[in-house]
């Protein structure tokens, strides 16, 4: 994959459009981890101005044009620090770097007031948080951020030169703030590390687990908030634009055959974690207790206890041992552009996070989607093309289509679970929303909903779906459809076998219609812990070590100006060149004990030395000998040589003011 390094040349300020309560006017962009950022949106704007002051002739062709529904040949992601996911699993691993501790590593405050005749305004002081030059972890060298980069070859060499023709980047990038140089490291290899072994069949199946590089924005019934799964649409979507991309396809038959006809299925990717588990939707037969962390099967529930009442989940996404997961969504700014600039925000599915999902259908077309896997620039959601959605496949497996059952005894009961939206035609021209659709559309038809249960527990969820026809550039007409976990409960009257995965309705190919079959016992009777979000896990490594020294240094500039208040009548008697000396003498040395050497020597041979009035070097002994004596540990004392520059510094300043100290 081709990236674009940015590295500062100075302080940056990516603002993000937020404050931070009352001491922060204008904040950086940073992740959920305080890890900082450059956005996506950011940086294509900013080489679309470079692209502009060069004269650049491809700029309608690589960065696109407003209110077309053909995208630019240029697709960017946020910028981020280099290795960002093994710091990130260090972060969520140790539970003592919070945000507040690493954004504080990378970034510090600035105030500025407005001038008017050479006075500040009253009421114009500002706070703003920047991103430091230079790297926390080498020092001396300026910190770099790298985005991912997909573009068409035909442009690379024009986008070679806007990329260096990028100088500033930011807010107040005309006041110092924000320069940057910015490379482009080009790779003609844009391929996924995908690999599918020799499998035959008739009917196969991929499962695959995607994880996301970069917040994502998955269209919903609200404008401002996203989906908590990806739909099959925006996979099929995705691919079927990989394969017109790949030279010699065009949309003829075989390409409606794949994505236009219900011979390949992609199904919805749920929420899942490193390690590929699979959660779906949680069923309606799912119930907490208020105040309970515990989540209960009401199928399975001991109800002699009126007082405790529980209540069927309405969101989220469970396995059959009852852990609960929902996916992390955060809250991101952006302005508008135009006339009627304004702030706006969003909510997002979190970076980081794993999502699980199957592409089936038959064999031929399958393993054409397996060679478009192998080269898909994995981009999902709105905005694909700048800062969201940018995505990795990591485990990716081919398979005969399961063909798995499930055998329920007579008498038991099990659950038609669904796993998707279904939309079950009437015949006239609609859908049908009852829970009667369902029983046909599974040859249960006659069979009683909730027989031998002491309570109703069937229920149908309903969601209103959509979509967006980007060739046409209008919205889909608006479907009311039977809701992912949605559950009817039966009693087998006989005992009874059926397909544990079956596919019912329209538009199967677009991620409706899917059903699962389970037997009730399957499901835990009760989950042993509360919500869980899938996380990774790894050991601590030089994020902690740096903090760790940040915080000890800060341990020192304190004692250093305690010491310095304390110590008024000892160095009031030094003189400013005196103390210059002795900084020379402190950066020369390479341990404590040639320092103590070199002042001992030198208060010897001064003839002023004595009990009723001490040398000058027999002062500045005295003193730096009472300065290393506060430092407690062989950390601290790792750090003399800064601890004692640093007080020396303050004694000049101090000096230098004209300050007077009482004797």
């Known amino acids: 994959m081709s990236r674009l390094k940015i590295t500062l040349r100075s302080d940056l300020c990516s603002a993000s459009g937020d404050g931070f309560s009352s001491l922060i006017d204008t904040d950086v962009s940073y992740d959920k981890f305080g890890f900082p950022f450059i956005g996506g949106r950011r940086l294509k704007g900013c080489l679309k101005e470079a692209a502009e002051n060069i004269n650049s002739p491809f700029i309608s062709e690589i960065f696109g044009t407003s209110g077309s529904s053909q995208p630019g040949a240029l697709s960017i992601s946020d910028a981020r620090l280099e290795n960002i996911e093994k710091l990130r699993e260090e972060a969520v691993s140790d539970n003592s770097l919070t945000t507040d501790k690493i954004v504080s590593l990378f970034t510090y405050t600035r105030a500025s007031t407005a001038i008017e005749n050479d006075t500040a305004l009253e009421n114009s002081l500002r706070f703003t948080r920047v991103i430091r030059h230079f790297s926390p972890f080498s020092e001396g060298e300026e910190l770099s951020f790298f985005a991912d980069v997909n573009i068409d070859q035909r442009y690379k060499d024009e986008f070679n030169c806007i990329c260096k023709a990028l100088r500033n980047i930011g807010y107040k990038r005309n006041r110092g703030f924000g320069a940057v140089s910015c490379e482009f490291l080009c790779d003609d290899n844009d391929r996924c590390d995908v690999k599918f072994g020799s499998v035959s069949g008739d009917e196969l199946e991929i499962s695959y687990t995607i994880r996301l590089d970069a917040n994502i924005i998955i269209a919903s019934g609200?404008?401002?908030?996203?989906?908590?799964?990806?739909?099959?649409?925006?996979?099929?979507?995705?691919?079927?634009?990989?394969?017109?991309?790949?030279?010699?396809n065009s949309a003829d038959e075989q390409f409606e055959n794949i994505f236009l006809r219900d011979n390949v299925r992609f199904s919805n990717l749920y929420i899942s974690d490193a390690e590929n588990h699979d959660f779906f939707p949680v069923p309606v037969i799912v119930g907490k207790v208020k105040g309970e962390s515990s989540f209960y099967n009401i199928l399975r529930y001991d109800s002699s206890d009126e007082a405790r009442i529980i209540k069927p989940m309405k969101s989220g996404y469970c396995d059959k041992s009852l852990n609960i997961a929902k996916p992390l969504t955060?809250?991101?700014?952006?302005?508008?552009?135009?006339?009627?600039?304004t702030l706006y925000t969003q909510t997002s599915l979190g970076s980081g996070q794993y999502f699980r999902g199957t592409i089936s259908g038959k064999a031929e077309y399958i393993r054409i989607i397996c060679d478009l896997m192998k080269k898909w620039n994995v981009r999902l959601g709105k905005s694909r093309s700048a800062q969201y959605s940018g995505c990795t496949i990591t485990d990716a497996r081919l398979d005969t289509v399961s063909e798995s059952t499930v055998?329920?005894?007579?008498?038991?009961?099990?659950?038609?679970?669904a796993l998707s939206e279904l939309l079950i035609p009437d015949n006239m021209g609609g859908y049908d929303l009852s829970k009667e659709s369902?029983?046909?559309?599974?040859?249960?038809?006659g069979m009683e909903i909730d027989k031998g249960l002491p309570r109703v527990c069937s229920a149908l969820r309903y969601r209103t779906v959509s979509g967006y026809n980007s060739t046409w550039n209008l919205k889909k007409p608006h479907i009311r459809a039977i809701a992912a976990g949605s559950t009817l409960v039966f009693q087998a009257d006989k005992p009874m076998t059926f397909n544990q995965i079956q596919y019912i309705g329209s538009k199967q190919n677009e991620g409706f219609g899917k059903i699962m079959i389970i037997p009730a016992d399957d499901i835990a009777e009760q989950s042993g812990s509360g919500i869980k979000s899938p996380q990774t896990t790894a050991d601590k490594g030089e994020l902690a070590g740096l903090i760790a020294k940040t915080q000890l240094m800060e341990n020192i500039r304190m004692k250093a100006v305690k010491f310095v208040e304390e110590q008024k009548k000892v160095y009031n008697n030094l003189e400013k060149a005196q103390v210059g000396r002795c900084v020379l003498m402190v950066k020369s040395v390479t341990d404590y004990k040639e320092l103590d050497?070199?002042?001992?020597?030198?208060?010897k041979k001064d003839p002023e030395d004595n009990s009723k009035s001490p040398s000058k070097p027999a002062i500045m002994k005295k003193l730096v000998d009472a300065a290393y004596s506060q430092l407690s540990g062989?950390?601290?004392?790792?750090l003399w040589k800064q601890y004692m520059l640093l007080i020396l510094t303050l004694i000049k300043y101090r000096k230098r003011g004209g300050q007077q100290n009482d004797k």
Do not use: C, M, R, W
């Not at 007579?410 to 679970?417: A, D, P, Q, T, Y």
């Not at 050497?597 to 208060?603: C, H, Q």
């Not at 062989?634 to 790792?638: C, F, G, I, L, N």
């Open 330 to 341: 955060e809250t991101i700014y952006h302005h508008s552009t135009g006339e009627n600039s």
């Open 222 to 248: 609200a404008s401002d908030e996203t989906a908590d799964f990806i739909p099959g649409t925006s996979v099929l979507g995705s691919l079927a634009g990989e394969y017109l991309k790949t030279p010699g």
């Open 597 to 603: 050497s070199i002042l001992n020597e030198k208060s």
């Open 634 to 638: 062989k950390a601290e004392q790792d």
């Open 438 to 445: 369902i029983q046909n559309a599974l040859g249960l038809d």
């Open 407 to 417: 055998k329920v005894d007579n008498g038991s009961h099990f659950i038609v679970l």
